[in-house]
């Protein structure tokens, strides 16, 4: 695996540049991976995040876009607006989880 | 063990690569039967999550799909579907393509996949557009107020192939 630094931090990362360890994440880690890809985290960013954190500890895998939606009670079009273009691969980045594997 | 090679510039994911804006994909969905709607529906939706603009064109049987009377009641039958592997003979038999039908939506709602009014919620939700087409309405009298009210309008197939110019498309 290979690793980069973030916020002077070194951490691991997959061929894609997603963070391969979840136990090296925290909010601020999760702020700078923002960052960089442009994103200012506000409470609705924080409240996804830590839903997806939180949810992947239980299930063993990503949640999916239309996951986060149901479980947080936030509409899709919400989802796009905070995370834009591409929501559930951005969200899953700054989570430092590994982007979801389900089709929907 | 490898190290990125340039430490003072973060590997970051490229998700807004240049190469990969502007992209856009049309979906023809000519199909009413319940196993023929989704794929049209997830990959639209797969589209829309890869920040593609996405365009669907509903036409003859894919009129189902929009029209507000028989969107959530799409049904899936045995006969002329050999994929199934049982004998047709069975297909036929009265309250079949119901049994069959009920079978299918517990399979696809246990994947927490939505049914399909819900499915297109999301995909206009989600950025895309949808459309239906005149000759279709035309045929079968339908109009505006027949058809689900995100339904962007009646068009004409020239109509659509104008607005998807430089598009992807799949016709399904």
């Given at each position: 695996m290979p690793t980069t630094t973030i916020a002077g931090q070194a951490v691991e990362v997959n061929d894609e540049g997603?963070?391969?360890?979840?136990?090296?994440?925290s909010d601020d880690l999760g702020t700078e991976l923002a960052r960089l890809i442009g994103i200012e985290l506000t409470a609705d960013h924080w409240k996804l995040l830590h839903f997806l954190r939180d949810d992947f500890a239980h299930q063993g895998e990503t949640a999916t876009l239309r996951r986060v939606s149901t479980q947080t009670g936030t509409p899709i079009k919400s989802l796009f607006d905070l995370f834009p273009g591409k929501p559930a691969k951005k969200m899953a980045y700054v989570a430092g989880l590994p982007k979801p594997k389900g089709c929907v | 063990m490898t190290t990125h090679a340039d430490q003072t510039t973060p590997f970051v994911p490229?998700?807004?690569?240049p190469e990969s804006q502007g992209r856009k994909l049309a979906i023809i969905c000519s199909k009413g039967n319940l196993d023929m709607a989704y794929p049209g529906l997830i990959l639209a939706n797969a589209a829309l999550g890869e920040g593609v603009e996405t365009h669907l064109f509903f036409t003859f049987w894919g009129f189902d799909m929009i029209n507000k009377k028989t969107s959530g009641d799409l049904k899936f039958t045995m006969?002329?579907?050999?994929?199934?592997?049982?004998?047709?003979?069975?297909?036929?038999?009265?309250g079949m393509t119901h049994l069959a039908t009920s079978q299918m939506k517990k399979a696809i709602a246990d994947l927490d996949v939505p049914e399909v009014p819900e499915f297109l919620d999301q995909i206009v939700g989600s950025g895309g557009h949808l459309w239906a087409c005149r000759m279709s309405a035309d045929m079968q009298h339908?109009?505006?107020?027949?058809?689900?009210?995100?339904?962007e309008g009646i068009i004409s197939a020239s109509d659509f192939i104008e607005l998807t110019e430089g598009a992807q498309l799949l016709f399904i």
């Open positions: 997603f963070l391969t360890r979840p136990d090296q994440w | 490229r998700f807004d690569a006969l002329g579907n050999t994929a199934t592997h049982l004998p047709q003979g069975l297909g036929g038999i009265p339908l109009t505006e107020v027949d058809l689900r009210d995100d339904v």
